[in-house]
């Protein structure tokens, strides 16, 4: 079983940025494609930013040119920055494989908050 730990979020004003962590107990993920998913209250989950093994990015057109996903191999860790953040960004981010997650491997995730 693999586990993994989101951390990074916060409250942040409209046009702040954020650095998002997510740590995984193993190295299930060095060659796997990696994602950042998110779900904001009454809305189901969604994609949001997906790296490849080779480090090839996708993202959805919601985050396009704001967001940048990156990863460490070498510490089995994948990382999302959050910048010119807007309200309709506030969710709880999690990470898990992409573009298909393992559905019972789900973090705890990470609230995002932005207000003013």
């Known amino acids: 079983q693999v586990q993994l730990v989101e951390s990074g979020g916060g409250l942040v004003q409209p046009g702040g940025s954020l650095r998002l962590s997510c740590a995984a107990s193993?190295?299930?993920?060095?060659?796997?494609?990696m994602g950042w998913y998110r779900q904001a209250p009454g809305n189901q989950r969604e994609l949001v930013a997906m790296?490849?093994?080779?480090?090839?990015?996708n993202y959805a057109d919601s985050v396009k040119g704001r967001f940048t996903i990156s990863r460490d191999n070498t510490k089995n860790s994948v990382y999302l920055q959050m910048n010119s953040l807007k309200p309709e960004d506030t969710a709880v981010y999690f990470c898990?494989?992409?573009?298909?997650?393992?559905?019972?491997?789900w973090g705890q995730g990470t609230q995002v908050t932005v207000s003013s």
């Open positions: 790296i490849t093994s080779g480090g090839s990015t």
């Open positions: 193993r190295s299930i993920f060095r060659f796997r494609a």
């Open positions: 898990n494989l992409a573009p298909d997650p393992l559905p019972n491997q």
